[in-house]
Each structure stands twice: as structure tokens, then as C-alpha cells.
């Protein structure tokens, strides 16, 4: 039985949430989300609340009822306030810039290397080492920022690469001399 599947979703304020068929939709102050509900889940939608229950009890059903439960949750959170992600670039010449809908990132190549921004993205520079990537996607503001960390992940000798804004780096010693 699905712990997290059994919490009961408060609806925040402003936000609405419809459910025709299987595709519950959410619109709030930041834009609007839609999600597929799978059969083996019940969503019941409140006018303050959103409850999921399982359809039949099996293992697949609690994991799906989890599964929607916490999207449900991320979608709730995402049209009310909104997800950002913190990258730092650490190296000596590592920096950001943008331009218009692309990320030109200085890591260490002999290039710099150009990424373009999804729809639905908004990429703001704080300094020329540290960018914020916001949306209300959670699912989308992430991948794409472990796309933009993929570029140079951070080494564990010297800590140089891009991290996460949170992100501990575990530093390894190295060679001793003789």
C-alpha cells in the first residue's frame, strides 16, 4: 500500500483542477499542466482537495498510485509557484552566458558549447559562474539542467565543472610525492 499515494493534495489559491476522462488538467497564475491519468488509478477532485485511490489492489496499481500522487503534487506546486534550478560553473575562465533562447558555456574546451532552451524554460544569469533555469515543469527545469552539468561534470580532484547550486563535490586526495 502506497503511503505517499494516500495523502490528500491541497489545492492552492487561484489554482483550478479539472478531470475529464483520464486527462486531469491544472491551471494556475503561472501557466497550465496536463497529465494522462493511467487506468489503474481513481483521481477524485474537491474543490479544496485532489485524492487518488488504486483501482484494484496490485503491486503495479499502489506504484502507479504513488507515482500520479507525486505528479499531481509537482504540478500543484509548479502552476502556483514555479520550480528554478541553481548551476555554478568552478574553473578557472568556466563561465555562462545567454543569449536570446541559447546557453553559451565557457568549460574548459577548445569551443564554447551552445545549448538551446526548451520551450517553457527561462535561463537567467545571475553572474558569469552561477545561472538560474526556472519553469513549471519540474520534470523539464531538471533535465535540462543535468543536460547543461553534463557539459563538464565537477572532477572530485579540484572540484572544477558545473554543479548544482546544493551540490557537495567529495574532494580525493591525489598522488602523494615520494
Known amino acids: 500500500m502506497s503511503r505517499i499515494g ?3 493534495l491541497q489545492i492552492p489559491t487561484g489554482v483550478t483542477v479539472t478531470l475529464n476522462d483520464n486527462m486531469l488538467t491544472v491551471k494556475g497564475p503561472k501557466g497550465e499542466l496536463s497529465l494522462t491519468i493511467s487506468n489503474l488509478v ?3 477532485v474537491s474543490d479544496t482537495s485532489v485524492k487518488t485511490n488504486v483501482a484494484n ?3 503495479r496499481a499502489n506504484v502507479m498510485q504513488g507515482t500520479t500522487n507525486s505528479l499531481i503534487h509537482n504540478m500543484l506546486i509548479g502552476v502556483s509557484e514555479g520550480f528554478s534550478k541553481g548551476l555554478e560553473a568552478v574553473g578557472v575562465g568556466y563561465r ?3 543569449q536570446g533562447n541559447k546557453i553559451v558555456i565557457n568549460a574548459g574546451y577548445s569551443h564554447p558549447v551552445e545549448i538551446i532552451v526548451p520551450e ?3 535561463a537567467e544569469l545571475v553572474s558569469n559562474t552561477e545561472i538560474t533555469l526556472s519553469g513549471i515543469d519540474k520534470q523539464k527545469v531538471s533535465e535540462f539542467a543535468a543536460n547543461v552539468r553534463k557539459v563538464r561534470k ?3 580532484y579540484k572540484g572544477k565543472g558545473i554543479r ?3 551540490e557537495y ?8 610525492a615520494a
Open 57 to 59: 489492489e496490485t503491486p
Open 96 to 98: 555562462f552566458n545567454v
Open 154 to 156: 565537477p572532477e572530485p
Open 164 to 166: 548544482y547550486k546544493d
Open 120 to 122: 517553457g524554460i527561462k
Open 6 to 8: 494516500n495523502r490528500e
Open 42 to 44: 481513481n483521481v477524485e
Open 169 to 176: 563535490v567529495r574532494r580525493k586526495e591525489g598522488k602523494k
